[in-house]
């Protein structure tokens, strides 16, 4: 028996949280969609229209979009983030 045979190695050690079965991120996605929908009163339509959401969001996922639902808010949204300051400024005047 080799002395690499004695050791276990995780296979899960990058899975991503749970929610029931579904990813967190994916949940978080139909759920939100579902309590916008319940809040106008129509529970049947919500609950597709959720499921639509969440699977294809998961698709795009798997695809590898996520970088592009990184740049969408990057670029799109009211952020400053594109704003950077000089590197070789370490003092602000007032901060």
Known sequence: MAVSENYWIPRTL??????????????VV???SMI??????????????SLWLSKS???VKE???VSLFGS???WY????LSKRYP?????YVGH
């Open 14 to 27: 990058e899975d991503p949280p749970l929610f029931f079965v579904w990813e967190m991120d994916t949940a």
């Open 30 to 32: 139909f759920l939100t």
């Open 36 to 49: 916008i929908f319940l809040l106008f009163s129509s529970p049947i339509i919500g609950f597709f229209v």
């Open 57 to 59: 969001y998961a698709r």
């Open 63 to 65: 695809q590898g979009g």
């Open 72 to 74: 969408f808010l990057y």
């Open 77 to 80: 949204l009211p952020v400053d």
């Open 87 to 91: 590197s070789f400024i370490r003092e």
